[in-house]
């Protein structure tokens, strides 16, 4: 089961981190992927990170922006979202792959999938 929280409303240029919340085996095998979903669209892959942290993949629209990170011993993952845009606007999903490296970025790749939480970016 994966839980996110830390979703909120911000100004755009703000910073909002995300968590993710594991319970269950087998967390540290899987890559850990990150989605969201804005409003009337398709569900989007946004970045993901290997089993070891070794591996970081991230759409262009958020590279240098977005940084996500794990924490296997906690069963943590979290994406830290910088310079905020109102269209990061989404709700934002995190996902394991069971294929934890190389790093895929198809929603069907990933098996197990949280409840979303969502970021509102306006000023």
């Known amino acids: 089961q994966l839980v996110e929280s830390g979703g909120r409303l911000v100004q755009p240029g703000d910073s909002v981190r995300l968590s993710c919340a594991v319970s269950g085996r087998g967390f540290s095998s899987h890559a850990l992927g990150w989605f969201r979903q804005p409003p009337g669209k398709e569900r989007e892959f946004v970045a993901a990170?290997?089993?070891?942290?070794?591996?970081?993949y991230y759409i262009h629209t958020v590279k240098g922006r977005f940084a996500v990170s794990r924490d296997n011993d906690r069963k943590m993952g979290w994406l830290q979202m910088n310079s905020l845009k109102p269209e990061d606007t989404a709700v934002y999903y995190c996902?394991?792959?069971?294929?934890?490296?190389?790093?895929?970025?198809?929603?069907?790749?990933?098996?197990?999938w949280g409840q979303g939480t969502p970021v509102t970016v306006s000023s």
């Open positions: 996902a394991a792959d069971p294929l934890g490296w190389p790093l895929r970025n198809r929603t069907d790749n990933y098996h197990y």
């Open positions: 990170i290997s089993w070891s942290s070794s591996d970081e």
